[in-house]
């Protein structure tokens, strides 16, 4: 009867062994992952951006990781993650069979499933691979893929994927990333109170990390560096130390140590666009065209500049108010001002009092700040008779470090600034505040460019007959139209001007000449001629007003057509990217920057012949010759020397060229210049069009602004004015006639002609010079 119960038994247990191993062959075995996944395992990294120079820009991805080699990782914190996670790693097959009969009646005891048994290797298999559910089936997938793990893998290649891939708290995947997030350090800089404290963490990373949670932290940490002792991993004087050692982690994020959050939002669209989801997750890093000392200066500049209009306008009022009387302790007065976030760099603060010139106020790190007089004298009003207690304020420190009484400007800005002889962007603001509005204005937004077209409309007159001496009327004009009425189109200046030479209107910036100039090319002539600069045909009007500047324009398609007469005719194409590699340093994409090279590539032709070659795309194409780029680039200095754009004068140099751009009822306020090796564009105005304000054009509203930028930009670099191209010659002029003269006219000046189109006059002697020097 014994024999006949212990055969059935054993048939019994076979037969169930037998069921479990056919489950596990059917339904778990298919359901692992294949060997090709186990054997190409990758890191999730995150999208960096980063400068030129190599300032952190931007990151897009949901895990926070820094990978670290397992050679490279300090022996006290594999030391220190074995002892408290897995101390037998190196003995076991990827299963211990110990700690699973451990655990296997704790939980039979508690009836719940409540205590694991998981090894280093299992947990890489559940983190990588699997569901975070606490299920015997779950742990039965673990263990088979673990064994599957240990025969492909290393026991050092799985403790590497270990020590990069599990989540230690705070988005921070991985050793690496805790320690800079918890320390601001990397690993090799650790201590081993801080290396124990890291690795007592994956035991429950969210609820016993050293920023959540400090006293559970600590005695985790303890406990870990018990076993490490008990394991004979570290003598008693190093225990001894390390558990006295107190807490020393905090809260630190990788710093954003460049703020260009337009730029980062167009690479973020270009790495997604080209590599799909996969572009937050491969450890990309991109690295930009821009210049650090280039964009912080333009963020600056823009800033001051929309604050500076702003003032001009009056002060609007405070953004806010915490009631003091219930809101009384420093603690719940910053706790509401948090409500209130940082824009544009403009910091909130409460006002605590207002009396004579003082201006006191609470600000958000918790600091009781006095402000003086030069704080707020731009509104021309005492703080009692604007402000009162209670009152919610912002801040603004300028690059002087002085505090200033500030209000979010409802005007809108953007900034621009190319390489001319490749196309890199150096700078780009798209706007006040990114969080504000993330439209970028730098690239999206479509503006009349107003008087900032003239320029290319002379550079056709120049290509047409006409010279800068050349005489056009400024006189008034009236333009017929049976649709919709005559057009009487004024200069800014509302004067009436004669006879003017061509460089004398473009610094004047006369409209009436300019019109002139397009009735007399013909409109359809001048649409051809701009579209040379790359500007879009379909946003050219076809009437005269395209004379002054009604079409419609980006400030990046300004600042590249501008850059035409920066590098002596030829067309870039700009680009934000300079290289993008993946987390080994490999490059996977490189600019394909085109380069200036006289004769190398195929001028765009009026020609329409099929037969002429298509243009090598390694170079620019020269769009208009050197000799018309050259004289334009010195009617621009003229400009600046003595014209609208006389202000930049403050920069003194001599190898400034730009102009003035202003719209019809003050809507858009522009100004683009350029040296030889920076060309830059700002333009302003509100988001939906409507009138700045009575005498806020060109020259005051953006101008200001270029130069303040431009202040930067140019610091330490050589004035380098162009060199005059092949047949170029000066003949003195008069500047009222616009005739030859000789060298006793008091009306005299030098002017640039391309030889054969200078004037000529039967009855008068005249002095041709050689170019040696610049106008």
Not at 83 to 94: L, V
Not at 160 to 184: D, M, T
Not at 458 to 468: D, H, P, Q, R, V
Not at 636 to 646: A, D
Request: include cysteine.
């Amino acid at each position: 009867m014994l024999i006949r119960t212990l055969f059935w038994l054993s048939a019994a247990i076979v037969t169930a062994i037998a069921m479990a191993l056919v489950v596990v062959i059917t339904v778990i075995w298919p359901d692992l992952p294949p060997i090709s996944e186990v054997q190409d395992i990758r890191l999730k990294e995150p999208l960096r951006i980063y400068s030129i120079d190599g300032k952190l820009m931007g990151e897009f991805g949901d895990e926070r990781r820094i990978t670290v080699r397992i050679e490279d990782t300090p022996q006290d914190l594999i030391n220190a993650i074995l002892a408290a996670e897995d101390d037998r790693f190196f003995s076991h097959h990827g299963v211990d069979p110990l700690g699973v009969v451990r655990a296997l009646i704790a939980n039979l005891k508690s009836r719940e499933t409540r205590q694991g048994a998981s090894t280093i290797t299992m947990q890489v298999a559940r983190n990588y691979f699997l569901s975070r559910e606490k299920t015997y089936t779950r742990k039965l997938k673990e263990a088979l893929l673990a064994f599957r793990l240990e025969r492909e893998l290393l026991k050092l290649q799985i403790l590497e994927l270990y020590v990069n891939k599990i989540f230690l708290g705070h988005r921070s995947f991985g050793f690496q990333a805790a320690a800079a997030f918890y320390y601001n350090r990397p690993l090799d800089e650790l201590t081993l109170a801080q290396l124990a404290m890291l690795a007592g963490l994956p035991k429950a990373p969210s609820s016993i990390n050293p920023v959540s949670n400090p006293v559970r932290a600590v005695e985790r940490r303890n406990y870990v560096l018990r076993r490490m002792h008990g394991l004979k991993l570290i003598d008693d004087a190093s225990f001894e130390a390390a558990t006295a050692m107190p807490l020393t982690a905090a809260r630190h994020r990788q710093e954003i140590e460049m703020h260009a959050p337009y730029v980062s939002e167009m690479v973020r669209e270009h790495m997604f666009s080209r590599y799909g989801p996969s572009a937050y997750e491969s450890g990309y890093r991109v690295y930009t065209t821009l210049d650090s000392r280039y964009q912080n200066a333009g963020r600056m500049a823009l800033t001051r500049g929309l604050l500076n209009y702003g003032e001009r306008h009056g002060y609007q009022g405070p953004a806010g108010y915490i009631d003091p009387a219930k809101i009384t302790s420093k603690t719940e007065r910053v706790e509401a001002l948090t409500q209130y976030r940082v824009i544009g760099g403009l910091r909130p603060a409460m006002v605590l009092r207002t009396s004579g010139d003082a201006l006191e106020v609470l600000t958000t790190d918790r600091q009781t700040v006095s402000m003086g007089y030069q704080g707020w004298r731009w509104t021309s009003r005492s703080p009692s008779q604007i402000l009162h207690p209670g009152d919610v304020i912002y801040l603004w420190s300028d690059s002087k470090h002085k505090l200033r009484l500030a209000q979010l400007p409802r005007v809108q800005g953007a900034l621009v600034s190319l390489n001319p002889s490749d196309g890199s962007v150096l700078a780009l603001i798209g706007g006040f505040d990114f969080g504000q509005s993330n439209f970028n204005r730098a690239t999206q937004a479509l503006r009349q460019p107003g008087s900032n077209i003239k320029p290319f409309i002379y550079s056709a007159a120049l290509e047409n007959g006409f010279t800068a001496a050349s005489l056009v009327s400024g006189a008034p004009i009236v333009i017929e139209d049976s649709i919709s009425g005559d057009w009487r189109p004024q200069n800014y200046s509302r004067k009436v001007f004669g006879p003017t030479r061509l460089r004398e209107a473009l610094s004047k910036s006369l409209n009436l000449v300019s019109v002139r100039l397009v009735r007399a090319l013909g409109v359809e002539a001048v649409r051809d001629y701009l579209e040379k600069f790359g500007f879009d045909r379909a946003r050219l009007p076809q009437g005269l007003s395209l004379a002054l500047g009604s079409a419609t324009v980006t400030p990046m398609e300004i600042a590249r057509a501008y850059g035409v007469f920066a590098n002596g005719g030829y067309l870039v194409e700009p680009f934000f990217i300079a290289r993008v590699e993946d987390p080994s340093g490999r490059i996977v994409e490189y600019a394909n920057r085109q380069m200036l090279c006289s004769g190398c590539g195929i001028p765009i032709s009026e020609s329409s012949d099929s037969s002429q070659p298509s243009p090598d795309l390694r170079f620019s194409q020269q769009v208009v010759s050197p000799q018309n780029a050259f004289i334009l680039d010195s009617m621009m200095r003229e400009v600046i020397r003595s014209g609208t754009g006389r202000a930049a004068g403050s920069l003194q140099r001599d190898d400034l060229a730009g102009k003035t751009g202003t719209t019809n009822n003050y809507f858009d306020a522009w100004f683009t210049g350029y040296s030889s090796n920076i060309v830059a564009t700002v333009w302003v105005g509100f988001d939906q069009p409507k009138d700045l304000g009575q005498g806020e054009s060109g020259a005051r509203a953006a101008l200001p602004i270029w130069v303040d930028f431009m202040k930067t930009a140019l610091s330490g670099k050589a004035h380098a004015l162009q060199r005059p191209p092949g047949n170029i010659i000066r003949v003195r002029v008069n500047r009222r006639r616009g005739l030859p003269t000789d060298t006793d006219d008091p009306d005299g000046y030098s002017e640039y002609f391309v030889a054969g189109t200078e004037p000529t006059t039967p009855h008068a002697e005249f002095q041709v010079d050689p170019v040696e020097g610049l106008f």
